[in-house]
């Protein structure tokens, strides 16, 4: 039997280019995510007849993952991630598909509400050589910097 291996994400020590500045720009793409999440809810809120003010965390809850899995499905990249010229890619190095972007969605929102599971990713993603959270890591994806002219 002859076993072909698939591609996989860039090779950190071939190509560390891809990898470059990537805890930060995590960290910014994030901070922009919340913002414009907050801001989406803030512009939901009068359709709810002011009712969400009750349920702001919640709703926020919601429609950050919708946002997430929306984005992710549709460009591999949140709009903050694409801000910062960052996508992820899934272990073959293609563009994330509904199912992928919808797992890496709940693994985020799990290690969001499970403080230890968040600092293990903020270690992992300081730490390990392709800059995977924990849920990269169990998903096999990986960010990287945006290859330019695609």
Same mark, same amino acid.
């Given at each position: 039997?002859?076993?072909?291996?698939a #591609?996989?994400? #860039?090779? #950190?020590?071939?190509?560390? %280019?891809?990898? /470059?500045?990537?805890? &930060?720009?995590r =960290?910014?793409?994030?901070?922009?995510d919340v913002?414009l999440v907050?801001?989406?809810?803030?512009?939901?809120?009068? &359709?709810? *007849? $002011?009712?969400?003010? &009750?349920? $702001?965390?919640? @709703?926020?809850?919601?429609l950050g $993952? *919708?946002?997430?899995?929306?984005?992710l499905t549709?460009?591999? *990249?949140?709009?903050?991630? +694409?801000? @910062?010229? @960052? /996508?992820l890619?899934?272990?073959?190095? %293609?563009? $994330?598909?509904?199912?992928t972007a919808?797992?890496h969605?709940?693994?985020?929102?799990?290690s969001?509400?499970?403080? #230890?599971i968040q600092l293990?990713?903020?270690?992992?993603?300081?730490?390990?050589?392709? +800059?995977q959270? =924990?849920?990269?890591?169990?998903?096999?994806?990986?960010?990287?910097?945006?290859?330019?002219?695609?």
């Amino acid at each position: 039997m002859t076993y072909t291996t698939a #591609p996989m994400t #860039p090779d #950190p020590d071939l190509h560390p %280019q891809f990898y /470059e500045g990537i805890p &930060f720009k995590r =960290l910014l793409a994030w901070i922009a995510d919340v913002v414009l999440v907050f801001l989406i809810c803030v512009v939901v809120l009068p &359709f709810t *007849a $002011f009712t969400g003010l &009750f349920f $702001f965390p919640f @709703m926020m809850l919601v429609l950050g $993952f *919708a946002y997430r899995v929306a984005t992710l499905t549709s460009g591999s *990249a949140t709009w903050g991630m +694409r801000l @910062m010229g @960052m /996508e992820l890619r899934d272990r073959r190095d %293609q563009p $994330f598909d509904f199912a992928t972007a919808l797992l890496h969605t709940i693994g985020y929102s799990l290690s969001m509400t499970v403080t #230890p599971i968040q600092l293990v990713s903020a270690v992992l993603i300081c730490s390990t050589a392709r +800059r995977q959270s =924990l849920t990269d890591m169990v998903l096999g994806t990986a960010p990287v910097n945006c290859r330019l002219g695609r």
